[in-house]
């Protein structure tokens, strides 16, 4: 039997053993023999041995020469061969130049420009979450915040620049950790002072370059903008950061021969990095990738810096652009996961690396150092934590991205899945079948529970591991077979939670045609203290919600609520998701404008019960709000120096 790699191929069979008479090649170079005729070793035991020398424990069979004795009639396990070859060494780190022309660094913004969206205010333990789970994905640099905003955000980057930014894996890799700034000494102080604990700290600082923001925003000249990021970018540099990067806000509008000009003094200055942003995405990408071009032909000295670019999404054209931009020139990337971000949005990191992998040696053998295993997992913690959804749709990630309905695709996947899939699942991280056979119900124990969480990507001990069980137990008692997506809103519900303030004691609504709905309900503050109260409304939730308002006595506005089911049937679990806005809330500096901002709150929970899943939703957003609120009076207000810019605008009113 002989078989081959090519991009057609996709799967082979070897029942529940691989025998072969010859040299199986792995994708890290790996090589294991065994004599003619003779069962090499267990599927499973295969990618056991392998996940120890690799990060992506993937088969990769390039060859099986001289016949084996197995049947081939009687196969009915397939072994996975990516399509797509192995990934390559990530090239040494230099602030401002790569050793490799073809390698896209991958600069992620998803705990800074993605938290700016309505809602997606994460906690300092979430924020950490990500973070590990950015540096699994493998991006070069994580810009952590802007820790100008408030204490409370310095602290949360200080704390991921010596957790993540120190933890060195086998193959050396360590991201670098960013921290935004305007323009000012007091943000670039605030933001060495978080990043500077990192192995490889990097100092991220912006001014707006068009016409209409200097203008109307700055009320500067040009003169005056030059000198600005000029002295600003020396003086982070002064500090002893070796890396630092310069944006000038809204280049997609700006002038170009201003831009190469005040591109040629940062550069002389100091910066490492140019980012060119599309700050209110107005570009298209035949225009963004002639920008970069242009910048890239005509800016004194940058031969000695790394073109980046930020692409926002409002025309939709995003992900287009950034990839316009990285065919023209720039060598990093900044994306959020999901494409979450200010207004409609950042590049989605998934869509970016995915077209590079997938069609980078059409655009010139570009290629990142992302396992790109982990991507699922990254954006499921991200949409969980943040309540932003994906949609169905969504390219890579969305729910219905593998899923074919149609009978004619149905039956081109039967026959071979390159015909209506140019990835494959596996590609991303994506599993759905359990291949030791486990099914979780009530019998199972904690040992196949932890199993089949490891499965998924979690790995959990201790007390967490004994609180997701406790929670499994609860729910296998009312439903007969597990899915993977109950056990991932359980995993979510149970431990990625905010510090609870208030947890739900008890709660009893009474509903119906016949008369008012009420609801009585018992919290549990944070001393163990029990308080109850009762309330009428319009139906269940909302009487639930008043008796919650009456214990918490916090004004707050509700401004969004869903329910979903997790799976299909009518003994699924139902998740939660709400919006509220505190009407004398955390109100932290926008990073853009100055401005302090009316933050809002999301919170999720997952139950059988839907009122229950419901009130335990609200207490989550509320037990966000009231950490961040707690946090920021215990804290010192952050100095910022609006010497660039006009005085900050008066608080929003609610």
């Not at 699922?376 to 991200?382: G, L, R, T």
Request: glycine share 8%; with cysteine; hydrophobic share 35%.
């Amino acid at each position: 039997m002989s078989i081959s790699s090519s991009p057609n191929f996709s799967h082979f069979t070897a029942a529940n053993t691989i025998s072969t008479a010859n040299t199986i090649s792995t994708a890290n170079s790996t090589t294991i023999s065994t004599a003619n005729s003779t069962t090499l070793f267990p599927r499973a035991y295969a990618l056991s041995l392998l996940s120890r020398t690799s990060r992506n424990p993937t088969l990769y069979i390039i060859s099986v020469s001289k016949p084996t004795h197995f049947p081939i009639s009687n196969t009915r396990s397939w072994v996975y061969c990516s399509s797509h070859p192995p990934r390559r060494q990530r090239p040494e780190y230099i602030p401002n130049r790569i050793p490799d022309p073809n390698y896209v660094r991958i600069f992620d913004t998803t705990l800074r420009d993605g938290e700016q969206s309505p809602g997606a205010a994460m906690n300092p333990k979430q924020k950490l979450e990500i973070a590990r789970k950015l540096a699994r994905l493998g991006v070069d640099i994580i810009e952590a915040g802007f820790p100008a905003a408030s204490n409370a955000d310095l602290e949360a980057v200080k704390m991921i620049a010596m957790e993540v930014g120190n933890a060195v894996d086998e193959e050396g890799y360590v991201p670098v950790i960013c921290g935004l700034s305007r323009c000012n000494k007091n943000d670039i102080d605030a933001a060495w002072e978080a990043v500077k604990y990192a192995k490889k700290p990097r100092i991220h600082t912006f001014i707006a370059t068009s016409e209409i923001h200097m203008e109307h925003k700055l009320n500067k000249t040009r003169e005056e903008v030059v000198e600005i990021a000029r002295s600003m970018v020396g003086y982070a540099r002064s500090l002893g950061c070796d890396d630092v990067e310069f944006s000038p806000e809204d280049a997609g509008r700006s002038d170009r021969e201003f831009l190469y000009h005040i591109l040629g003094e940062v550069i002389k200055a100091g910066a490492t990095t140019l980012n060119i942003p599309d700050t209110v995405g107005y570009t298209v990408p035949n225009e963004f990738g002639q920008l970069i071009a242009d910048i890239k032909s005509n800016t004194p000295g940058i031969e000695n810096a790394i073109i980046s670019t930020h692409c926002q999404n409002d025309l939709g054209l995003s992900t287009a652009n950034t990839v316009a931009g990285a065919c023209a020139g720039a060598r990093q990337l900044e994306v959020t996961i999901n494409g979450i971000g200010e207004r409609a949005g950042n590049a989605s990191l998934e869509e970016v690396v995915m077209i590079l992998k997938c069609r980078g040696q059409s655009l010139g053998g570009l290629y990142t150092g992302l396992w790109t295993e982990y991507i699922v997992m990254a954006s499921k913690m991200v949409a969980e934590y943040t309540g932003l959804l994906v949609q169905p749709h969504k390219a890579i990630v969305g729910a219905n991205a593998f899923k074919h309905e149609s009978g004619i695709h149905q039956h081109g996947m039967l026959k071979h899945k390159g015909t209506y899939e140019i990835m494959s699942p596996d590609d991303i991280g994506l599993h759905r079948e359990d291949e030791s056979g486990l099914v979780l119900g009530k019998l199972s124990g904690r040992h196949a529970l932890q199993k089949r969480l490891e499965q998924l990507g979690y790995y959990f001990k201790g007390k967490e591991l004994d609180d997701i069980f406790k929670r499994f137990k609860t729910v296998a008692e009312k439903k007969k077979h597990i899915l993977d997506e109950d056990i991932e809103a359980l995993v979510v519900d149970t431990v990625f939670q905010p510090e609870s303030i208030w947890s739900l004691g008890d709660v009893q609504v009474t509903c119906g045609t016949l008369g008012l709905s009420t609801a009585t309900v018992k919290l549990i503050d944070a001393d163990g203290k029990e308080q109850v109260a009762c309330s009428v409304g319009t139906g269940p939730v909302d009487s639930a919600y008043k008796a919650v308002d009456l214990i918490v006595q916090v004004p707050v506005t509700l401004l969004e609520y869903s329910l979903s089911a997790v799976t299909e049937g009518i003994d699924a679990i139902a998740t939660t998701r709400v919006l509220i806005r505190g009407e004398d809330g955390y109100m932290p500096t926008h990073a853009s404008t100055g401005e302090p901002v009316r933050t809002t709150f999301s919170g999720s929970a997952s139950e059988m019960d839907i009122v229950v899943s419901s009130v335990r939703a609200y207490l989550s957003a509320l037990n966000k709000m009231l950490g961040f609120k707690k946090k920021a009076e215990a804290s010192p207000k952050v100095e910022t120096d609006s010497s660039y810019a006009p005085a900050p605008a008066p608080a929003l009113s609610s």
